[in-house]
């Protein structure tokens, strides 16, 4: 890994925002002009040579994903728009339909919105009852706790592997473990986590699982869904069109593909999938496991300087992720990021999209911070100093 | 205005601002606001007699800006006429907008004047006078 790899880089900026998006590497930006300068053409459609090429390209990035997650066929691996939809065709495709009345589905307090608001809809649609699983006093999620919340009528757990917003990590293989035992059906919510530790779903037991290409160091605008074979095959199809029928009639006969291509109506985000094959390749060659042993390792260093600041509060100084949650005593989280993009420091302020968390902090907002793979503890040294003469704040933003 | 009085003012506005907390009384119209591009959250309640603002209170949490242009505002505006209070809403907006207003009718709201200069920040300057507008239209309804 190199720093000049990143374009971005290269303007005068700190960037901790990966949580967010992060930024690409050189290679995958190419990987895109690339297709659009030589081979441009449709995927799925051709007789002619680039086309071929196109198909042979987008295909290929199934068996990287494959390889990624370690799933069992290349089948099971379906390109969407991002977590959120991944996550909303797993809840509308096909929770929908196996799912009963007064059935529960376990999730937590600090689950984003995307995998919270498509089973409040779906609670309203058909009269599930979604559980929130109690966190402990660090807003951290336990196996008691979760063993605790399990009745006879859990069907789904469905959790982030890591949260977005306090950044713990979920122990997946004991959770899939409990799962696999009860017969309940293991949804993961892979957006924060998927470029930052390693997940392997067959050993986990996880059924479905969601995640975005531009969280780890792809494009925006594609993600991909997991699923398991057996469920993902009878899946409903929530957008209908070309690409994915074999022949239709006008007396309403269709016949479908087969999975993964009846779950892609339409003409893909081409240049997009290519991308993120690029990015994994990025990714798999450092190693998920060496990433995930560097974030913690710049969380650790940062805890302990940030922690020597007398007026600043950390909400969860131990969470084995890159992530870090604060504020500064009596300074509005918005106004931090201010002060901090004075020094063209990158921070997010806000509820990040996981509202219900205020009632476990009783705050509405943080400021937070999210490393990844090409920060330095060198930036973090610039933070803190900027930290530490912050009752200059408001000569800054005002 | 030098820039260390409009900073005092602001900051004095945003860590003790007026009026803040919510009555429990009818006669007061509410109405919540946030700004959609970042997290702010104000309630703002009017009370109106006789065409006249009788009391304006707000509660909730929102940034330096934000928050301080409600406290100076609420000063501003308290014992004008609904038609005054539309007349200063009109400048206070063609200053943040960068057009022509009216610098006397404003008083302490000039010290605003620059929020121009960090354009992301203008919602929040905006803020408490786009609650506003939402209840004089509640009124102009009601009559
Ligand atoms: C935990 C988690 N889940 C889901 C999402 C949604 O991802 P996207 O907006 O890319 O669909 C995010 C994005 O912030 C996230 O952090």
Request: avoid cysteine.
């Given at each position: 890994m190199n720093r000049s790899d990143f374009p971005m880089l290269q303007n005068d900026l700190i960037y901790f925002d990966n949580g967010a998006t992060t930024l690409k590497p050189q290679t995958v930006i190419d990987e895109m002009v690339d297709y659009y300068s030589n081979y441009s053409a449709n995927a799925h459609r051709g007789d002619y040579d680039v086309s071929l090429k196109v198909d042979k390209m987008y295909e290929n990035v199934r068996d990287k994903v494959q390889k990624l997650i370690n799933c069992a066929k290349r089948e099971e691996v379906v390109f969407t728009k991002g977590a959120t939809e991944s996550l909303n065709m797993i809840v509308f495709g096909y929770m929908k339909y196996i799912l009963k009345e007064n059935d529960e589905v376990l999730i937590t307090k600090a689950e984003h919105a995307s995998n919270v608001l498509p089973w409040l809809q779906l609670a309203k649609e058909i009269g599930i009852k979604i559980k929130y699983i109690p966190l402990d006093e660090q807003h951290e999620l336990t196996l008691s706790s979760l063993q605790k919340s399990i009745t006879d009528k859990t069907k789904v757990i469905s959790l982030a592997h890591i949260t977005n917003v306090v950044g713990d990590v979920r122990p997946l293989e004991e959770i899939g473990k409990i799962c696999k035992a009860k017969k309940i059906l293991f949804v993961v919510d892979g957006a924060q986590s998927v470029a930052h530790i390693p997940i392997d779903v067959q050993k986990y037991n996880v059924a479905f699982l969601a995640f975005s290409a531009h969280k780890m160091l792809g494009p925006t605008g594609v993600g991909v869904l997991y699923g398991r074979y057996d469920l993902l095959n009878i899946m409903h199809p929530l957008q209908y069109g070309g690409g994915m029928n074999n022949l239709f009639e006008i007396d309403g006969t269709v016949e479908y593909k087969n999975i993964p291509t009846r779950l892609e109506a339409g003409t893909p985000p081409i240049a997009e999938v290519i991308g993120l094959g690029k990015a994994i390749d990025y990714l798999l060659d450092i190693g998920i496991d060496n990433i995930h042993k560097y974030e913690v390792q710049l969380k650790e260093y940062a805890i302990n300087k940030l922690e020597?600041?007398?007026?600043i509060k950390i909400?969860?100084?131990?969470?084995?992720?890159g992530i870090i949650a604060f504020n500064i005593d009596g300074v509005f989280s918005q106004d931090t990021a201010v002060y901090l993009n004075h020094y063209h420091i990158c921070v997010r302020a806000g509820n990040h999209c996981a509202k219900i968390l205020k009632d476990e902090f009783k705050i509405n907002n943080t400021c937070r911070i999210s490393f990844y793979l090409y920060n330095t503890k060198a930036e973090i040294d610039t933070l803190v100093k900027v930290l530490e003469q912050s009752e200059n704040i408001f000569k800054i933003v005002l | 205005m030098d820039p260390i009085t409009r900073r005092e003012l602001m900051l004095e506005h945003y860590q003790n601002p007026v009026h803040k907390g919510l009555l429990n009384d009818k006669e007061y119209i509410k109405v919540n606001t946030h700004n959609e591009s970042c997290i702010d959250n104000l309630e703002i309640a009017v009370k109106i007699e006789d065409g006249i603002i009788k009391d304006i209170r707000f509660d909730g949490e929102a940034c330096a800006i934000s928050t301080s242009a409600t406290s100076i505002m609420i000063e501003t505006l308290l014992g004008k006429s609904i038609d005054k209070v539309k007349e200063i809403v009109q400048n206070y907006e063609n200053m943040i907008n960068e057009e022509n207003y009216d610098e006397e009718i404003l008083g302490q709201l000039n010290v605003y004047n620059e929020t121009y200069l960090q354009p992301n920040r203008k919602k929040c300057a905006l803020l408490p006078f786009d609650a506003l507008k939402q209840i004089l239209k509640q009124i102009e309804k009601e009559k």
């Open positions: 020597q600041i007398p007026n909400y969860n100084k131990h969470s084995q992720s | -």
